[in-house]
């Protein structure tokens, strides 16, 4: 199975895509790294959400994930500041907690794309990809 | 989960209790019947000195008369009294001198062999009865009840007549006392074991209540830190996850990539996170205990290492900091580490919410020791316990939480006190704002050298 056809679990794709990833612990950075560039992908990382919107303003990200509980910004904040910079970013948010524990969004307004439980998984990305590409 | 039920003992009294009981009836009963003999002794003795009017008699009336008072004093006083400043042999031995006295008196004023003889018996079973001793008593009374109306019978003295109606009658009344008295001097016995049990078989079930107590408030506390472990654990998961997918990918790969050959880093990779997660699940060991444990040599600055990783756990653990102030020659003491550990993150929760409305503040947990004790202290720099005695914070059901049920410190407390140690709660006084909260462990003294 050719990486460039298929991805595992469905789905398939051609494009690989420039995706960064902010989240405060190493451990998820390096992971999401190692898994992604071995399909093929652009992965950048940031450990928190000001250093985030910095590579954002500089560079040209197709998808943005991002932890949601974060100590300088949180995730909903982030997600606020790259729809401000390139509104047709992808924002994806990714929670530790049960979605039922999430605040609500400030005056109803939902920024981000997606909002997911962790861990965030590649049957999770093959879902936003789907949604791109249609 | 249920507490088990009190099981009171059947209140019939078997074996070696029965026994017990028995003798101590026989001797309430019997004591009274000395007392009678040493009475009539003393009448008669008295008689004597109206009778025959001679020196002699009085001086025997006098010894006879203060014979009868040490033996009424100390049936009065009963064994326990007098016991506290002579033994039984002692006791034994005075009343023996006065008997032998007595007689070498009657002999040698009387010359009357026998009847000297006779009271000298009646004498010694009178100072065993003094000292209740029971079954052989009532015998040394029935022999001698028995000698004497059979002297009477086939003749003697008047005297010797005269203690073989006393003895006979004495006898028989305390024959019939003891047959009256012994079911209810049993029964009081009865009950009173039956009682005792019944007082060891409540400290037990209390015993068992607090142990419940306690294991539900550490199901608390487990329910508490549920949320934040779960969200520690999804980091190590998400490494496991997303090296676990990439392996597979690569092994799926046919041709050689830059990333084809990085397997072996990927399973490292698993392994590591899977270690951690081990550790973070690690913490919570303590916590599910149910029961209690030994006691075993426990050294503080580890529990409080030990507690505030499990903190790091809570959500409350992002309101503020968490300074640790150790001695490094701390002395380890006899607890249980567990409980320790419980006390101790109840302590830093309570730090954590104090600053959940305050920015920068702080958790500031420091040991020390003295010659006696080992002490720690947790404090925050919150607004501070506004309540006019702060100690009262450890009562039971007291809470400034909306869903609190005000167990947790009262649970500190008894786990303290049942250490032998004690715990406080004052206002940070020197450094201003905020509550600290003491509490300290007995050194036991074997424990000095490390």
Redesign the interface.
């Known amino acids: ?3 460039s056809d298929q991805l ?1 679990g469905g789905g398939s794709t051609t494009k690989h895509y420039r995706i960064l990833c902010i989240d405060d ?1 190493p ?2 950075r ?3 790294v ?2 992604y ?3 093929g992908h652009e992965i950048d990382v940031a450990e928190d959400g000001p250093s985030g919107i910095q590579k954002v303003q500089h560079g040209d990200y197709d998808i943005v994930v991002s932890d949601f ?1 974060m ?1 300088l910004m949180n995730g909903r904040e982030v997600a606020a500041a790259v729809k401000a910079i390139r509104s047709d970013t992808i924002v994806v948010l990714v929670t ?3 979605l039922s ?1 999430v605040p609500d969004a400030t005056e109803g307004q939902v920024v981000e794309d997606y909002l997911f439980e ?5 049957a999770h990305l093959n879902e936003v990809i789907g949604g791109m590409e249609r | 989960m249920s507490p088990e039920q009190i099981e009171l003992p059947e209140t019939r009294l078997v074996g070696e209790e029965r026994d017990v009981a028995f003798e101590k009836s026989v001797g309430y009963s019997v004591a009274p019947a000395a007392f009678l003999m040493v009475c009539g002794y003393i009448v008669l003795a008295v008689a004597h000195v109206f009778v025959l009017p001679r020196p002699e008699s009085i001086v025997m009336a006098s010894l006879a008369a203060a014979t009868g008072a040490t033996c009424a004093f100390i049936w009065r006083q009963g064994s326990g009294v007098v016991a506290r400043y002579l033994n039984s042999h002692q006791i034994i031995g005075i009343l023996t001198l006065l008997i032998l006295i007595n007689v070498s008196l009657h002999m040698w004023l009387l010359k009357d062999h026998l009847q000297t003889t006779q009271f000298a018996l009646a004498m010694v079973g009178c100072g065993f009865l003094m000292l209740h001793r029971g079954w052989f008593a009532v015998t040394i009374a029935a022999y001698l009840s028995t000698w004497m109306t059979l002297n009477w019978i086939l003749g003697g003295s008047p005297n010797s007549v005269h203690f073989g109606y006393l003895m006979t009658i004495s006898t028989l009344a305390a024959i019939a006392a003891h047959i009256a008295r012994r079911q209810t001097t049993v029964r009081a016995e009865t009950a009173r074991i039956a009682s005792e049990h019944e007082r060891m078989a409540m400290e037990e079930h209390a015993r068992k209540q607090q142990e419940h107590l306690e294991h539900v408030s550490r199901l608390l506390t487990l329910g508490e830190l549920v949320a934040g472990i779960s969200h520690e654990l999804n980091q190590p998961l998400a490494s496991i996850s997303n090296l676990a997918t990439a392996c597979e990918m690569m092994l799926e790969q046919e041709e050689p990539t830059p990333f084809r050959d990085r397997q072996g880093e990927a399973v490292k990779g698993i392994a590591d996170a899977a270690n951690r997660a081990g550790v973070i699940i690690k913490r919570l060991r303590g916590l599910a205990t149910k029961s209690s444990r030994p006691r075993s040599e426990v050294n503080l600055n580890q529990v409080v290492k030990d507690s505030a990783e499990l903190m790091a756990s809570d959500v409350r653990y992002r309101n503020g900091e968490l300074r640790l102030h150790l001695e490094p020659n701390l002395v380890s003491v006899q607890a249980d580490e567990v409980q320790m550990q419980q006390v101790l993150l109840n302590l830093l929760q309570n730090g954590f919410d104090a600053l959940a409305d305050t920015s920068g503040g702080e958790v500031i947990v420091t040991t020390s020791m003295s010659d006696v004790a080992v002490q720690v202290s947790v404090e925050d720099t919150g607004p501070g316990i506004s309540i006019e005695n702060p100690n009262s914070v450890f009562e039971a059901f007291f809470t400034t939480k909306e869903h609190g049920m005000g167990m947790g410190l009262a649970i500190c407390r008894s786990i303290m006190e049942s250490h032998g140690g004690s715990i406080s709660c004052a206002l940070r006084e020197p450094e201003g704002q905020g509550t600290v909260f003491r509490f300290s462990l007995p050194i036991t003294p074997k424990q000095h050298s490390r």
């Open positions: 199975m050719n990486s595992p612990s451990q998820v390096n992971a999401f190692f898994l560039e071995t399909m509980t100590p530790g907690w049960p524990q962790k861990p965030f998984s590649l």
